[in-house]
C-alpha cells in the first residue's frame, strides 16, 4: 500500500507542474479560460472548505491579466514625454578616448 500512496503522490507532484509549465508557457486566452474554470470549480465547492474568497480573487484577477504587467492594455503603445526622435545626436567633437593608465611594472629581484 506505501508503494501505491508513494507513486499516487509523485504522479500528482508530476501533474501540478506539468499543470503548472502550461499555464505559465500558454496563450493568454488559455490562462483566462483556466483562470476563469478553476474559479467557477471553487465556487462549486462545499462551503465548509472556505474556498470562496479565493474564487473571487481568481476571477477578478481573470478579468485583469490582459497586460504583460497585469494591468492596462496598452503596455509600450503610448510614446515618451521626453522622446524628440529615433536618433540621438551626439556631435563626434564630444566623443572622447577615455584615458587608461596602466599599473606601475613590478621590479622582481632578477631584473635588477
Known sequence: MNGFIDRFLVGLALLAAFGYA?????P???RRRLTRAIAATLT???AFLRLRDTAQRLAASA????????GCDNCGSEPRPHARGTDIAIPIAAIRRAR???APAVRTSRQE
Open 28 to 30: 493568454r486566452a488559455l
Open 63 to 70: 478579468d485583469k491579466a490582459s497586460g504583460a504587467c497585469g
Open 22 to 26: 502550461g499555464y505559465a508557457l500558454g
Open 100 to 102: 587608461t593608465t596602466l
Open 44 to 46: 462549486s465547492l462545499p
